[in-house]
C-alpha cells in the first residue's frame, strides 16, 4: 500500500512536474498529512525536494511544490532508429540531461555493433554523470518486434536481424549490473505521446511510426495492446493495396509501410537514388506546399494510402485521438486533406465522430522518450528500493550510481 | 468483499456447471468453509443447490457438488438477426429454457415492428414461465452500432436504423420494470465464445460474425475493446478492396463485408435473385465441395478476401484465437485452404505463430447466448440483491417473478 503511494506521488511530479501539496492530495485523493508524510519519505530518499514554485518573488509566503530530483536520479535511455543510434541520460521528470547520437548505415548492420556502438554511448555518459547521481534503469527502443520480458528481437525487417538477443547484450556490453527493457519503437511512442505529448487524456489513441518502415503503438483503456505474445499492433503490415502493391521488406505486398514509407514517397516523387532520409522526405513535402507538381502528387497518393490505413484503424478501434510521429508528422502535415478524405469516405461516421488527428508532440524524441519511460518502471513503482539511503539486497542494482562494473 | 465472493462462486458454476466445493475453493483461492459460507447464502436465497453429481450411484458417500437453480432464476434474452427475431428464457448455468422465433423480411423493418413482435414473444415466454421463478435481467443482440449504456442503436446498416432508441423502447413494451441491456451481435459472440465456447482460455480472441454484413468482436486481454465511445471492433467496414470494390450498405465500396457477405457468395456462384439466407449459403459450400465448379471459385474467392481481413487481423492483435461465426462457419469450412495461404502471405509469421482458427461452437446460438450473459451481469455482480427471500429497495426489479406489470 505504501509503497504504492509513494510510487503514485513519485510518478505524478515525474509526469506533471512541480506540484504543490493540496494538487497532490486532490489528485491522489488523500489528505494533505498523507502527502506530507509521503513527500517526506521521498525528500530523505533524495527523489524530490519541495521549494517555493517557480517566479515566486521574496513577497508573501507561497505554498511550496513538490520536485523531482532530475540531475540525481536518472535513467540511460536508447534508441535504435532507422537511421542513427541514440543514446541519453534521462532526468526523473522526462528532461533529457545529456545525449550521444551517431549516424548508422541503412540495412545489414549487425548485432556486436549496434551493441558495441550504443554500450560505447552509454558508458560515455554515466562517465560524465555527477558524482553521487543514481542511474535507476536503462530502456531501449528499437524499431522492430520484440519479446516482452527478455529484450528478443524477434523480428527487425529493415535490419534484417530475427532473433537476436539486444537487450540481454546491451545489458553486459553496459556492464551497469542492470538489466535493459526494450520495446519497440511505435509502442514506446504511444506510450511517451499519452504520458506527456498529443495524446494525453486520451486512453484510446493510436500512434504511427513513420520512416523506413510504418510501425504501430496502440493504446487500449490506457494500456498497450498487446496480445497474446505481445506482438500486436503491426499496422505497418496491414494490407491496403492487394493487387500489384509495392514489395515490402517483410517479402509480401501492398503492405501499409509499403505504399507509404520513405522509399514509396522518394520513388512517387521521381527521386529514386537520391538524396534519402528524414530531411529529403521534408525536401518533397516542402516542395508540395512550394507548387511542385510532381512532389505534390507523390504526397497526395501516399496520404491517400495513410488514410486508408487511418480509415480502417478507426473502424477497428474508435480512438479519441490518432497521431503521426516520425516522418509521418512531415507527410500528414503535407497530405492532411487526403487523409480526411479517405476518413471521411472508409470510417463509420459513430467510428470517427471522436477521433482527434495531431502530430507527435515530442517530435524526434517520442521513441527517445518512450524509452526512458521504460527504464523509469522499476523506479516509479518502488521508488525506495532504489535510493541510495534504503539497505540494498542487490548492491550492483542500486549502488549509489552505476558506473561500470 | 462478500457480495464479491458471492458473485464469483455464483459465476463458476453459471459458467462450468455443477463443481465441488473442493473445487470451487481451488479456483477461488479460498478454504472449503469459505465455500460452505458463501454457499449456504446462495442456497438460501435459492441460487443454488447441493447435491450428488450426476450419475451417482448409491454405493458410497459422493462428495456433493454446487449446482445452478437454473429453472428458477432466468434471464430473457432477445436477438435482432438479419433473418430472423428471436426470444429465448435462458436459466441461470447457460441453458436455454424455452424460445420462440419469428422470420423477418429483409432491410426496411422499423423500431416499431421489430419492439412489437419481440416484446409479443417476450411476454408469452414470461407467462408460460414456472410459477415462483425470476426474471434476473433482459438482454439483447442487435446488428449493428449500439450506444454503450442506454441500448440507442447508433447505427444499424442493414435495417436502415440511425439512432433508434431499441433498447428504451423494448423495455417500455415489455413492461416488466427491468432495464434491457443491449449489445451488438459480433460483440456479444466473441464475449459468449471466450465464456462458454471455441475461444475458452483464450483473452486475446476475435470473433467474425458473418451474414449480410461481417461483424466483429474483439477481446484484448479478456475485455471486449471498446474504443473511446463503445464502437470499436467495426471489422466489417475495413476496406480491403480499393479498387472498384463492391459497393457496400454503408455507402462506400470494397468493405469486408462487401466483399464477403451472404451477397457477395451468392453473386460470385451466379446465383443473384435466388434464393438467400443461411440456407443459400450452405448450398453454395456444400455445392463447391461436392465439385461444382463455379460454386467452388465463388468459395475460394470469397475466402481470398477474408484471408486478407484475418490476417490483417493477426497483425494488429496477435490474438490466440479467430473463430467464424454465422454463416462464416460455413465459408470457413470450405474456404480454409484460401484463408490459410492469405495468412500466411501477409501476416507476419511472430503474429500468427499463436494463432488458431476455429468455427463458433455455440453455432447458431452464439449471440442469443451473449444476450443471455448480458442479461445475467447484475445478478452475477450482486447475487442476493436478486433474490426473493431479501428486502429490497425495488420491487418491480425483483418481485419473485417478473410478470408483466
Chains 1, 2 share one sequence.
Not at 540481454?168 to 527493457?181: I, K, Q, W, Y
Not at 520513388?267 to 511542385?292: C, K, L, M, S, Y
Request: net charge negative; glycine share 16%.
Amino acid at each position: 500500500m505504501r509503497r504504492n503511494s509513494l510510487g503514485t506521488l513519485l510518478h505524478h511530479v515525474h509526469v506533471s512536474g512541480p506540484l504543490s501539496r493540496a494538487a497532490l492530495a486532490e489528485r491522489m485523493g488523500v489528505n494533505r498529512s498523507t502527502i506530507l508524510a509521503l513527500t517526506a519519505d521521498l525528500a530523505a530518499a533524495g527523489l524530490v525536494h519541495e521549494g517555493p514554485p517557480a517566479g515566486t518573488t521574496g513577497a508573501g509566503r507561497p505554498s511550496l511544490v513538490v520536485r523531482p530530483e532530475s540531475e540525481r536520479f536518472w535513467v540511460l535511455a536508447f534508441d535504435v532508429a532507422v537511421d542513427r543510434l541514440v543514446a541519453a541520460r534521462v532526468g526523473l521528470g522526462g528532461t533529457i540531461l545529456a545525449r550521444r547520437e551517431r549516424q548508422r548505415a541503412r540495412a545489414g548492420v549487425d548485432l556486436e555493433t549496434v551493441v558495441g556502438t550504443l554500450a560505447g554511448l552509454g558508458r560515455e555518459l554515466v562517465a560524465a554523470a555527477p558524482g553521487g547521481s543514481v542511474c535507476a534503469g536503462v530502456g531501449a527502443s528499437y524499431c522492430g518486434m520484440i519479446r516482452p520480458g527478455d529484450g528478443m528481437v524477434r523480428y527487425g525487417p529493415e535490419m534484417g536481424w530475427v532473433d537476436q538477443a539486444f537487450g540481454a547484450e546491451l545489458a553486459a556490453a553496459l556492464g551497469l549490473g542492470l538489466p535493459v527493457a526494450v520495446g519497440n519503437e511505435a509502442h514506446l511512442g504511444a506510450l511517451a505521446e499519452f504520458q506527456r505529448g498529443a495524446g494525453a487524456g486520451s486512453p484510446d489513441l493510436i500512434y504511427l511510426h513513420g520512416d523506413v518502415g510504418v510501425g504501430g503503438g496502440i493504446l487500449v483503456g490506457g494500456k498497450l495492446l498487446g496480445g497474446e505474445g505481445g506482438y500486436g499492433c503491426e499496422v505497418g503490415h496491414m494490407l491496403v493495396n492487394p493487387f500489384g502493391g509495392r514489395p515490402c521488406l517483410c517479402g509480401s505486398r501492398g503492405c501499409l509501410e509499403a505504399e507509404t514509407g520513405e522509399y514509396a514517397l522518394l520513388d512517387a516523387a521521381g527521386r529514386t537514388g537520391g538524396a534519402i532520409g528524414a530531411e529529403a522526405v521534408r525536401a518533397v513535402v516542402g516542395d508540395a506546399a512550394a507548387g511542385d507538381p510532381v512532389a505534390a502528387a507523390a504526397v497526395a497518393a501516399i496520404g491517400d494510402w495513410l488514410g486508408i490505413g487511418v480509415a480502417n484503424l478507426i473502424n477497428l478501434f474508435n480512438p479519441g485521438v490518432v497521431i503521426f510521429g516520425g516522418m509521418l508528422r512531415d507527410v500528414y502535415r503535407g497530405a492532411a486533406p487526403q487523409v480526411a478524405a479517405r476518413i471521411a469516405e472508409h470510417a463509420m461516421p459513430v467510428s470517427r465522430e471522436r477521433a482527434r488527428l495531431r502530430v507527435s508532440a515530442l517530435a524526434a524524441d517520442t521513441t527517445l522518450i518512450g524509452a526512458a519511460e521504460l527504464g523509469f518502471t522499476g523506479l516509479l513503482s518502488d521508488p525506495l528500493s532504489h535510493s541510495p539511503g534504503q539497505a540494498q539486497p542487490d548492491p550492483a542494482a542500486a549502488a549509489g550510481s552505476c558506473h561500470p562494473a
